[in-house]
């Protein structure tokens, strides 16, 4: 094991963790009494949720897990060569 596989593995392990810890700070969306008695004031209010926080840690959680992918693609890929 050399020193390259061992940071390709810290930084998975590092990365896993920080999406863990964005789908956690992430709000539920249930769609449960009040969703379909407020139905309405959602379409109204959910224009502006781009700029939302909940709407930022969405689209972190994307660019994170494509992160993750990658590296787990590299990491495989550097364990198959070796």
């Known amino acids: 094991m050399n020193a390259f596989e061992i940071v390709i593995g810290i930084l ?6 920080v999406i863990i810890g964005v789908v956690i700070l992430q709000q ?9 008695i407020s139905g309405g004031a959602d379409t109204f209010l959910s224009k502006n949720k781009a700029r939302t ?21 590299v990491a ?3 364990a198959l060569r070796g």
């Open 28 to 36: 539920g969306h249930r769609a449960g009494i009040n969703g379909a």
């Open 12 to 17: 998975v392990i590092i990365v896993s963790l």
């Open 53 to 73: 926080f909940d709407a930022s840690l969405a689209r972190w959680t994307k660019y994170i897990a494509l992160l993750f992918f990658v590296l787990a693609i």
């Open 76 to 78: 495989n890929v550097i």
